[in-house]
């Protein structure tokens, strides 16, 4: 194991929370504290350095923090010694790696003296379906690590996940009812093309299947879907339901849209990945489109597979100014703007699925995908773990 930092103010550093504990209190009197706080605490970040504190009062450790397996970094420390946050992580990374599979609890001592900087025993408790854990540490050669410290950090971790839990849920309902009401308000603000977001979500979810993104870049890909066409609450009515073709100006003012929509995400934390899709879904990969007229890689993976998803739909469907095209005209459309107007891997994967798509989905709400999408995001925020998109996604976000 590496040595611990207890030099203050060193890079990487993690804010830990002053304690004058060097030994042990009643563990009940601690737990009570903890289950206070966690009941008056809303945010997951206070709820995870509440637990944190009282782990490292309670099991009267050095040091205690929590450690994000999947982001693979620190979020929260406390106790009377403060740890470097790198050495930290790569600690409990360590720890974590000496279990068994499926092992929720690991104890460590030391097999050899330590230097002073180095602990010389440590707990590490954590939960199957967490991606974090709770690791606390001691430095003082006669302190070890005993069967009611296991006992206390497995009911600190257990008071932890059932609140965040219980946080979580209402945070899934309501963004679920956030993009219900969006959708909503799309489909009011043009209802001739009412259900066209829900259909290019699904359309672009199968091409993203095709492509083997992962789970969550698929979610994301839906969501996306649904939300790419909300800037148009910008648009003044008689513009976007003008029957004739638009003026330049009128034009000008339609192409804002992903502008405002990016804005709209944005201002929705969980929802902000989104950002490069709704923003980017109208560039081509020639470089001609619009707002920021980027081209080939540098328009994010996303926005590229609802520039097909959401082309497929608009000809699928009937306009004012002109009736849906035939299955054979859409492919024909696509096949000759591959690698002008469409990425042209996502094209190849749109014509692998196209039996699917054709005749149109049709299917009111905005279904299980967006619950499932939801579930992973929020799941996840906490220990800020979201899988990021490959890396072509993440590029052309607008800022």
Known sequence: MSAASSTRGSSGRVGDLPSTQTVRRDPW??????????????SSSRSIQAAVA????????????????????VLA?????????????RFARTLAQKAAEGEEVVRWTAATPNTPDEPTAALLCRAAKSHGCLVAVTFDPARTFDDGDVKVARFTLKMLLGQRAQAQAGTKQLLVGLLHSLTTIIDAKDPYTAGHSERVARIATLIARQMHLSTAAVGDVYLAGLLHDVGKIGIR???LQKPGKLAREEYEEVQ???????RVVASIKPFDRLRGGVRHHHERWDGTGYPDRLGREDIPLIARVLAVADACDAMMSHRRYRPARSPVEIDAVF???????????????????RHEIYPPIYQKGIGDSAHHAIDHIVDNLTDATMERLPASAERGSGK
Request: proline share 4%; aromatic share 8%.
């Open 237 to 239: 009515d008689e513009v």
């Open 77 to 89: 420390a406390a106790g009377p010694r403060a740890v470097d946050a790198v050495w930290a992580a």
């Open 54 to 73: 009282s782990a490292a009062d309670t099991l009267g450790a050095d040091a205690a923090f929590w450690y994000s397996a999947s982001a693979d970094k």
């Open 29 to 42: 009197a601690a737990l009570e504290l903890l289950l206070k706080n966690l009941t008056d605490t809303t």
């Open 256 to 262: 804002q849209h992903p502008v405002v929509g990016e």
């Open 335 to 353: 096949t000759r703007e591959s690698g002008r107007q469409f990425d042209p891997a996502v094209v190849k994967a749109f014509m692998a699925v």
